[in-house]
């Protein structure tokens, strides 16, 4: 093992971190399936490319190397299939299996090491190339993350690829794995970023239907919170229609809805907002003085949060 061995081995199992982290935190079916394609990837690392197995002269060693390999693409490609809300395409079983074919058969038939291997890099540059297509030009996230791990993925698909003819050069091979390392790191900085900004833009567009479906309610809905000032957060534009008063004057007067409820319901009311926290008196049935000082029943529903 070189000097800079250890160092992209630690680097490399240090991104299995975030994956984990946000598995834990998420349980994001894909990202826990990308988490055990990168431990695959590790696997490979500490036992074939820096660890005790001779497989370069072994046909066994050999071929679990490619196995491996292989494995490690359709898991990747299985993941990003979840996460890109599609079925997995079985193509890629019947396309793993034509490489895997290919590749004992090169192993059976002695051929050099460089075209043994080719067949498993060649499956995992074109896993690299279509994932990172998938990312730069199908993904609907806005934001640089998909053009970070899309394109540095591209790359290390065809450093992959190139690794083929650098096996048997003893001092571009370790530059060729830093130059991976690297490109590993990215990727992983480039699909967290991706996740952030994918989870951000789904909230975003359920706080969008949930407001459309408020403003288009029948029903009054508000948000009024007491602490750390007492003020209304959010109330629908039903409030014209059922109490007189716009959603601007709610706003702009914080005691607007103490005012209009009938005196003789004031003390229900005022219990109710001393026991904030408490739902136990639900439905509430109170009556309002309308702007127009009608009076109106009301049955109210609420949810309390300390």
């Known amino acids: 093992m070189d000097a800079a061995s250890p160092t992209i081995l630690v680097g490399t199992l240090i991104m299995l971190l975030p994956y984990l982290y946000f598995y834990i935190l998420y349980r994001e079916k894909f990202m826990g399936i990308w988490l055990l394609s990168w431990l695959i990837f590790g696997g490979r690392m ?29 898991t990747f490609v299985w993941g990003t299939h979840i996460f890109i809300n ?22 059976l038939l002695q051929l050099p090491l460089s075209f043994k291997i080719l067949p498993p890099l060649g499956f995992a540059c074109f896993v690299c190339l279509w994932i990172g297509r998938i990312f730069t030009h199908h993904l609907r996230t806005k934001g640089i993350g998909k053009h970070i791990a899309g394109y540095a993925l591209i790359f290390w698909g065809l450093l992959t690829l190139f690794m083929t003819y650098s096996v048997n050069i003893s001092w571009l091979s370790p530059w060729c794995y830093f130059a991976g390392t690297i490109l590993r790191m990215i990727i992983v900085m480039g699909i967290l970023l991706i996740y952030l900004e994918k989870t951000r833009s789904d909230l975003a567009s359920k706080e969008n ?12 809905i ?11 957060e959010y109330i629908s534009p039903a409030a014209l229609t059922l109490t007189g008063y716009t959603p601007t004057e709610y706003y702009s007067d914080a005691d607007l809805l103490a005012r209009i409820i009938y005196p003789n319901d004031q003390p229900l009311f005022d219990k109710i907002i001393a026991n904030a926290t408490s739902a136990s008196d639900l439905p509430l049935t109170l009556r309002l003085v309308r702007k127009d000082q009608k009076i109106i029943w009301t049955e109210q529903n609420r949810s309390s949060h300390i």
């Open 86 to 107: 599609k079925l997995f395409n079985r193509n890629w079983i019947w396309a793993a299996a034509a490489v895997f074919t290919l590749s004992i058969t090169g192993t």
């Open 222 to 232: 508000y948000r009024y919170t007491l602490s750390p000032i007492a003020r209304f």
């Open 209 to 220: 239907q949930y407001r459309l479906l408020a403003e288009n309610a029948v029903d009054l």
């Open 46 to 74: 500490i036992l074939f490319d820096y660890g005790p197995f001779i497989w370069k002269n072994s046909d066994l060693g050999l071929t679990c190397f490619q196995l491996i390999i292989i494995v490690n693409g359709l």
